[in-house]
């Protein structure tokens, strides 16, 4: 617990930054001097409830949200999709409202069909050469490009040439799901 209190300081920092208040400004809603709130911040001072509570009030923020918590595992570990010339890594939670995969697009023999859906997808080419079709622009994007579009366009992304494609592609939250039906 000591340890959790020695980053209350830095946690109530950022958190009056965050709101755009400077230290007078917290410091006089919540009854206290500038330096004592700032020596608080830096950790020269101990937090304690009589200086928290009318702070946190000020803020709208509850004292546990200054104290340390569990940070969950970060590692994303779900299984890629074939969806046949597609191979769909996702690279977000599931649940998460935005949606990031890497995908490799297989070559193709024909153009596929154009589809047209609610949302936006942003991609970086990680190798090879992606043709997108998006509306009247037919375009060729190789590794290190990216582009940005909505996905009412009607639009086609598929390998250009005999070579697979790997790209990273970010898509709003109706946009995957829409995509690959």
């Not at 970060?74 to 599931?94: C, F, H, N």
């Not at 390998?159 to 990273?168: D, H, K, P, S």
Request: glycine share 8%; no cysteine.
């Amino acid at each position: 617990m000591r340890d959790e209190l020695k980053l209350v300081g830095s946690r109530l920092r950022a958190e009056r930054i965050k709101q755009g208040l400077t230290l007078d400004e917290l410091a006089t809603r919540s009854g206290m001097s500038t330096s004592t709130l700032s020596r608080l911040e830096s950790g020269k001072r101990q937090a304690n409830l009589e200086l928290l509570v009318p702070l946190t009030r000020n803020l709208g923020v509850r004292i546990d949200d200054l104290l340390t918590y569990d940070v969950p595992d970060p590692r994303i570990s779900r299984p890629m999709q074939d969806l046949g010339d597609m191979k769909v890594t996702p690279l977000a939670p599931e649940g998460s409202s935005v949606k990031t995969y890497k995908i490799k697009f297989l070559p193709v023999k024909k153009i596929p069909d154009l589809k047209v859906h609610d949302g936006y997808e942003w991609l970086y080419v990680v190798s090879g050469r992606l043709r997108l079709i998006l509306g009247n622009q037919d375009l060729v994007l190789g590794p290190g490009e990216a582009a940005e579009f909505d996905t009412r366009v009607p639009h086609a992304l598929f390998a250009e040439g005999r070579r697979a494609v790997e790209v990273i592609s970010i898509f709003s939250e109706t946009g995957f799901e829409t995509h690959t039906t």
